[in-house]
């Protein structure tokens, strides 16, 4: 099986047959590619670190040296990443010439559009400061390093012409800190250069290598910085999973409620009046009767089922009525504080009331309670409800699902469950739900 193909010249240039390949020739093109690039970002970096170049040249005392290297420094990082950001993009599509592996976009997608807000996120990553460094190193470092390049480069071919210059009589020249006067001094220079020949393409390889991998390392998006987009992708998925949910019940709700509901009610009311026609005590009136019994018995089972999918007092008067309402049908003498600024959003309010009702539900069947209070307060972006009762205690999570349930439901959203309930009582239930109110009241 043939292996690979390597996808950096640093990884190909210990194969055999690395003169053979395009290596070298992309390597070379990638070095004379940086020339060009280099400048359209040297230009105009130099020109917003004037005040840098001022403060070096400039007779000037202490204190105004200092405020010209400040305002450098501020235009720089404030305006740098402007002219960076594009020429990274470029970057990363001249990388191809010494890189086959992809090269992630190192900047997220925007949350919403917006010149604020691209701002505040662009200026906030990391990669945006790093493809900063890479350009600040690109028109400082990297110049030296392609002028040792290109002088080493330029040595070997004036000892390659030497033989071929002195030829004509036009010595001496000089060969680094060697003189020659005449063809037969050079030759030995010109043999030598000769022997070194085919280690330019290892050279070239060696130096567009080492230039793409700084280029990768700065200019792609990190490994923690990947997870991190990942991990808020995942929550703006389950953000949209649960507001699909709730869309869902609330949909159910409705058709139950305008549909099966007033159909059951209708038949309810028909099985009343065909009842009132029927001869009293006849086996055709106590049939009807047991069918209008059994219909009214549905009825209040739907209406029940309604509630537990979504309670439309919930949704038309909000989250402060459905827990009185929910503290009137409740076995227990249940009091109510609940009085928010506003409404919170749609699916806050939602797991708020079903962890009130699940924790009411414990309370009536297992702690042997017979008052509860229910409070509910918004504070600091946080809302608040709490559940106690004057039960005995003794609520464990691994002993059922229900409290394992609301704290799985509670934590789709990045709330916390917290519960106190120690053998003898009281049972405390605590939900704390982050969210910001929205700006309709829930009447």
């Not at 007033?262 to 069918?291: C, E, F, K, N, Y």
Request: hydrophobic share 45%; net charge neutral.
């Amino acid at each position: 099986m043939p292996a690979d193909p390597p996808p950096t010249p640093l990884a190909a240039i210990g194969r055999r047959r690395f003169l053979l390949t395009a290596w070298p020739w992309r390597s070379a093109g990638y070095l004379a590619s940086s020339v060009p690039m280099a400048f359209t970002a040297g230009l105009p970096m130099a020109m917003l670190g004037m005040p840098w170049l001022l403060a070096l040249s400039a007779d000037a005392d202490f204190g105004e040296r200092a405020f010209l290297a400040a305002l450098g420094a501020l235009l720089i990082g404030g305006l740098g990443p402007l002219l960076t950001m594009p020429l990274a993009r470029l970057e990363s599509h001249r990388l191809r010439l010494v890189d086959d592996r992809p090269v992630r976009a190192g900047h997220r997608p925007l949350s919403s559009p917006g010149v604020r807000t691209w701002l505040r996120t662009r200026y906030r990553e990391p990669v945006t400061w790093r493809e900063l460094g890479y350009f600040l190193l690109m028109i400082s470092v990297v110049p030296l390093a392609y002028a040792a390049l290109l002088s080493m480069l330029a040595f070997l071919a004036a000892c390659l012409a030497s033989p071929l210059i002195l030829l004509g009589g036009d010595g001496p020249m000089a060969l680094g800190p060697a003189k020659v006067g005449t063809t037969a001094d050079a030759l030995p220079f010109a043999i030598s250069a000769s022997v070194l020949l085919p280690a330019v393409p290892y050279l070239l390889a060696l130096s567009a290598g080492a230039h793409g991998a700084l280029a990768r390392a700065l200019l792609r998006r990190g490994s923690g910085e990947r997870l991190q987009a990942e991990l808020v992708e995942v929550a703006r998925s389950r953000a949209r999973l649960v507001d699909a949910f709730e869309a869902e019940r609330r949909r159910i709700e409705r058709d139950l409620h305008d549909g099966a509901q007033q159909r059951l009610l209708d038949l309810t009311m028909r099985l009343g009046l065909v009842h009132l026609d029927l001869p009293p005590g006849s086996p055709a009136a106590d049939g009807v009767a047991d069918a209008h019994q059994q219909a009214k018995r549905l009825m209040e089972e739907l209406r029940e089922l309604i509630r537990g999918i979504h309670p439309r007092v919930l949704t038309d008067r909000g989250l402060s009525a459905a827990l009185r309402e929910l503290a009137d049908r409740s076995p227990l003498d249940v009091t109510v504080e609940a009085e928010l600024p506003a409404r919170p959003p749609v699916h806050v309010e939602s797991t708020a009331y079903f962890a009130a009702t699940e924790a009411l539900t414990n309370a009536a069947k297992h702690s042997e309670a017979d008052r509860a209070r229910v409070a509910a307060r918004w504070d600091g972006d946080v809302l608040t409800v709490e559940i106690a009762d004057d039960g005995v205690g003794g609520a464990d999570p691994g002993r059922g699902t229900g409290l394992t349930g609301m704290a799985d439901r509670v934590a789709v959203i990045d709330g916390r469950l917290l519960v106190s309930s120690p053998a003898g009582g009281p049972t405390v239930v605590r939900v704390e739900l982050p969210c910001s109110l929205n700006d309709h009241s829930p009447g």
